[in-house]
């Protein structure tokens, strides 16, 4: 792909439903590092859409669904894709208690320990973001690296919601 289908078929902005809230410290954190990465360096292309980019994107959980509204740079919208968060359940909820495990671990456990638990974290979250881009199959391309800071900002949402 050209330079121009790059630029095209990419997010230049990403929105998160403000109405559920702030949380952690810890958690907008990840909130503001995943949305920045992802700004920088992505792969989103909404299937069909021959128009091309560069897109928006709004994410927002609404009665217990996720939902990804995609507009243009502009803000005209081309399609908005509701997903069930069942297949997400066991693997956000076990991200979370790693999560909580490694920023305790942080604080105050060896190098060693912080590595161990990483690992683990770093696991189940290529585990969702796989998950994540196989519920987006047919609906929405992005690569992994896109679907992985996709799945924080999922997760971010959920902590908060």
Not at 40 to 45: I, Q
Not at 57 to 83: C, M, N, P, Q, Y
Not at 145 to 150: E, I, M, S
Request: hydrophobic share 35%; with cysteine.
């Amino acid at each position: 792909m050209g330079a121009d289908g790059e630029r095209n078929h990419r997010l230049v902005d990403v929105e998160l439903d403000e109405s559920i809230g702030r949380s952690t410290p810890d958690v907008e954190h990840e909130r503001a590092v995943a949305i920045f990465d992802l700004i920088e360096e992505n792969t989103f292309h909404p299937v069909g859409d021959d128009q091309g980019g560069p897109y928006k994107l709004k994410l927002s959980l609404v009665d217990s669904r996720l939902v990804f509204a995609v507009s243009r740079e502009d803000g005209s919208a081309i399609v908005t894709h509701i997903l069930s968060l069942t297949p997400f359940r066991r693997i956000v909820k076990d991200y979370f208690m790693i999560c909580e495990s490694y920023y305790e671990a942080i604080r105050c456990s060896t190098p060693s320990q912080i590595e161990a638990i990483d690992m683990g974290r770093r696991g189940l979250h290529n585990e969702g973001s796989q998950t994540l881009m196989e519920r987006l199959s047919g609906k929405i391309e992005v690569d992994f690296d896109t679907a992985r800071r996709l799945f924080t900002l999922v997760c971010v949402l959920h902590w908060r919601g």
